[in-house]
């Protein structure tokens, strides 16, 4: 099946007083329909305005983006209208209408495409109870909290039924448990709406917590691309690298490796760890067969979309070469770093 939304050769630059600047460089990506994707970068990556060109609010200076089967530019205005309403959208500010109800700021897409107000009802009755917000559809925006705002932001841009749901920095303006709550939701959206999810971040937790894959943009470039296991388990970019050690702490950084060499004599070894558990069969047979020691230092084990991850470093303390056959072994079953 072709992907739900694909771009290709894809640049965009922007003339500036001060020159030309190009916000997206040469991008090639694929998003599937029915999985959560998450585009990171830090600011001015060039998240925003990879979300203007799969919108149609913005066009590519070169290369094509595809959505849903159409290319954005060069469609009618009446398939960029029925494009549109496949697309639905949510913010860090939420842009909810401030004078109008919960009620009214769900009702508005339908009232525009023209659904008749008795469907309108049931329809803002459906939505507000998938989003658990029943009981205040008469309230005002400015009677909620940021997560119910964005809540009703939400139950507003699923209210035509959409096929993809891009939520730009959607939790970046809300406390840690209101993020939850609402990356919750997104993921139900996904599961029990079938709807494809875009969420726009620079927060490493949230696409921890929810994407199946992940695509890292560098001032412009799109530097890796893959599931979220895969690109944070094993980071080839400095951006990623810097993502993965925000949640990821167990790999020791510059400064602890200078505390630890100051406590320990031995070798310092960092190894990753995943769900096949191999570092306890080796060390134990390092230490039944040569006269080594070890001394776990620092690290831990975490959960990365339901599999173990992390990193254990070691102080091996022993005779040189059966450190070295020690780190073979490992080296063998296991990403290993010697700390020189
Ligand atoms: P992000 O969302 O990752 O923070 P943006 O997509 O907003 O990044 O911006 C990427 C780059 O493009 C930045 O250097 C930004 O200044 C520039 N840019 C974005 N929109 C415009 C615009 N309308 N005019 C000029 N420069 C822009």
Redesign the pocket.
Same mark, same amino acid.
């Given at each position: 099946m072709a992907p739900l939304i694909a771009l290709r050769e894809v640049s965009k630059s922007? @003339? /500036?007083r001060s020159g030309t600047?190009t /916000? #997206?460089d040469s991008i090639d990506l694929d998003i599937e329909a029915g999985e959560i994707f998450a585009i990171i970068? $830090?600011? !001015? /990556? !060039?998240?925003? @305005? #990879?979300v203007?060109l799969i919108n149609g609010l913005e066009h590519a200076t070169s290369g094509t983006v595809t959505v849903d089967g159409v290319v954005i530019g060069e469609q009618s205005e009446r398939e960029m209208r029925r494009l549109r309403s496949r697309i639905g959208m949510i913010f860090q500010q939420f842009h909810l209408f401030r004078s109008r109800t919960v009620y009214g700021n769900v009702a508005y897409p339908l009232k525009l495409a023209g659904l008749p107000r008795e469907r309108q009802r049931d329809r803002v009755a459906e939505l507000l109870a998938f989003v658990g917000l029943t009981d205040k559809a008469w309230a005002r925006p400015d009677q909620l909290s940021g997560g119910q705002k964005q809540r009703v932001a939400i139950a507003r841009a699923l209210a035509n039924d959409p096929a993809i749901l891009l939520a730009d920095e959607s939790t970046s303006a809300l406390d840690p448990e209101t993020t939850r709550d609402v990356l919750r939701l997104l993921r139900r959206v996904n599961a029990e709406l079938g709807v494809t999810v875009v969420v726009?971040t $620079?927060e490493m937790d949230v696409v921890r917590s929810i994407a199946d894959r992940v695509a890292v #943009?560098e001032a412009?470039r799109l530097v890796e691309v893959g599931t979220v296991f895969d690109v944070f388990s094993a980071p080839r970019t400095e951006t990623s690298r810097r993502f993965a050690a925000t949640v990821l702490r167990n790999r020791p950084g510059a400064d602890d490796l200078t505390r630890l060499r100051k406590r320990h004599d031995g070798t310092l070894v960092s190894v990753t760890v995943d769900d096949d558990d191999v570092l306890g069969p080796v060390l134990t047979e390092a230490v039944r067969e040569h006269d080594l020691r070890f001394e776990i230092v620092h690290g831990g084990i975490d959960t990365l979309q339901g599999r173990s991850f992390g990193s254990v470093t070691l102080a091996l303390t022993g005779a040189e070469r059966d450190i070295e056959t020690t780190v073979d072994r490992l080296r063998a079953v296991a990403p290993v770093e010697v700390h020189a």
């Open positions: 922007f @003339t /500036a600047v /916000a #997206l970068g $830090h600011s !001015g /990556a !060039g998240k925003s @305005t #990879l203007r726009v $620079h #943009l412009g």
